[in-house]
């Protein structure tokens, strides 16, 4: 190897890590718009949506599991199963079925 391609070898590192001189500089750099915040609240909003719908679900999945065991019941067995905890008054009859 001869004498400049040893030096653009060695220095090679060196010029990549240098910051370009013409990048986005000034008042306005680094400033988010106003609509980042209002998407940025609205996944918040939708994320804390979805947690509530899953725990609402889940929790009445597992009183009737629960439930179903206690009784000898089949929990896949619906009718059944309805039937069973309105007797009992225990069926949740709020809003059994969404989408």
Avoid: C
């Avoid at 001869?2 to 240098?18: E, H, P, R």
């Avoid at 804390?48 to 009737?64: E, K, Q, T, V």
């Amino acid at each position: 190897m001869n004498a400049l391609s040893d030096a653009v070898y060695s220095t090679g590192m060196f010029i990549l890590a240098q910051q370009e001189k013409g990048g986005p500089l000034g008042p306005e750099f680094g400033k988010a718009s106003p609509i980042g915040l209002l998407i940025l609240a609205g996944l918040a909003v939708v994320v804390l949506y979805l947690g509530w719908a899953f725990h609402r679900r889940f929790s009445r999945m597992n009183r009737r599991r629960i439930f179903a065991e206690e009784h000898g019941i089949d929990l896949f067995d619906e009718e059944t199963l309805d039937k069973a905890m309105a007797e009992a008054g225990v069926l949740d009859r709020r809003r059994k079925h969404w989408l």
